[in-house]
C-alpha cells in the first residue's frame, strides 16, 4: 500500500479511475463521466501539475503498481480566502476499500494542506446520504457546518451536499 503524490506521468491511469468513479456513483460527483470523459489528457495532465505554484494537488493510492484511489487538494487563490484549502475527487475503487485507503488518502491530503504556507482549514462536501464517506470524514476530525439542498440535478432528481470542515490546528 503506497500513497503519493500522482504526476502528469500517471495522467491515463488517474483518467482511467476517475472515470470508473464518475459512472459508478454518479451522486457522489457533480461533474457526470460524460463532461469527464470529453476532456483531453492535457487537461488531467494539468491537473496533476506538481509544481511549488499549482492550485491543485492529487494523490493515489497504489495496491502493487495498480492505481486503485485517489484524492485531490484544491488551494484557494482570492487573497480573503487563501487560509483554506478543499478536498475533492475522493474515490476508492470497490475491490480495494476496507484496507486503509480512504483514511490514507484522507491523511495525505491534510499533510499537504498543512504544508501548505498560511492554509489553516480544509472543507469537502459530500452527498447527503453517503454514510460510509461521512463517516471517513468525521473519523479524520471533520465537522459538519452546514447542508446545500438541491445542490445536484441527477436523473430528475435533487440531491444536498452536507458541507464539512476542519482546522489543521487546534482553535485557540
Same mark, same amino acid.
Given at each position: 500500500?503506497? %500513497?503519493?503524490?500522482?504526476? =502528469?506521468?500517471?495522467?491515463? /491511469?488517474?483518467?482511467?479511475?476517475?472515470?470508473?468513479?464518475?459512472?459508478?456513483?454518479?451522486?457522489?460527483?457533480?461533474?457526470?463521466?460524460?463532461?469527464?470523459?470529453?476532456?483531453?489528457?492535457?487537461?488531467?495532465?494539468?491537473?496533476?501539475?506538481?509544481?511549488?505554484?499549482?492550485? *491543485?494537488?492529487?494523490?493515489?493510492?497504489?495496491?502493487?503498481?495498480? !492505481? $486503485?484511489?485517489?484524492?485531490?487538494?484544491?488551494?484557494?487563490?482570492?487573497?480573503?480566502?487563501?487560509?483554506?484549502?478543499?478536498?475533492?475527487?475522493?474515490? %476508492?475503487? =470497490?475491490?480495494?476499500? *476496507?484496507?486503509? @485507503?480512504?483514511?490514507?488518502? &484522507?491523511?495525505?491530503?491534510?499533510?499537504?494542506?498543512?504544508?501548505?504556507?498560511? $492554509?489553516?482549514? %480544509?472543507?469537502?462536501?459530500?452527498?447527503?446520504?453517503?454514510?460510509? /464517506? *461521512?463517516? !471517513?470524514? /468525521?473519523?479524520?476530525?471533520?465537522? $459538519?457546518?452546514?447542508?446545500?439542498? @438541491?445542490?445536484?440535478?441527477?436523473?430528475?432528481?435533487?440531491?444536498?451536499? &452536507?458541507?464539512?470542515?476542519? =482546522?489543521?490546528?487546534?482553535?485557540?
Amino acid at each position: 500500500m503506497t %500513497v503519493r503524490l500522482l504526476l =502528469p506521468d500517471d495522467a491515463d /491511469a488517474y483518467r482511467a479511475l476517475m472515470l470508473e468513479a464518475y459512472a459508478r456513483h454518479p451522486e457522489a460527483f457533480t461533474s457526470s463521466a460524460e463532461e469527464r470523459a470529453a476532456l483531453p489528457l492535457a487537461w488531467w495532465q494539468r491537473r496533476l501539475d506538481a509544481s511549488p505554484q499549482a492550485t *491543485q494537488r492529487v494523490l493515489g493510492a497504489f495496491d502493487g503498481g495498480r !492505481l $486503485v484511489g485517489a484524492a485531490g487538494l484544491e488551494f484557494e487563490t482570492r487573497g480573503k480566502a487563501r487560509h483554506k484549502a478543499g478536498l475533492f475527487g475522493m474515490y %476508492v475503487a =470497490p475491490d480495494a476499500r *476496507q484496507a486503509g @485507503f480512504g483514511r490514507q488518502l &484522507v491523511d495525505g491530503v491534510l499533510e499537504l494542506a498543512a504544508g501548505r504556507e498560511g $492554509v489553516t482549514l %480544509v472543507q469537502l462536501t459530500v452527498t447527503e446520504g453517503n454514510a460510509s /464517506a *461521512q463517516g !471517513l470524514y /468525521a473519523r479524520c476530525g471533520f465537522e $459538519v457546518f452546514g447542508i446545500e439542498p @438541491f445542490a445536484v440535478a441527477l436523473d430528475g432528481r435533487h440531491l444536498s451536499k &452536507v458541507h464539512m470542515w476542519r =482546522p489543521l490546528a487546534p482553535l485557540a
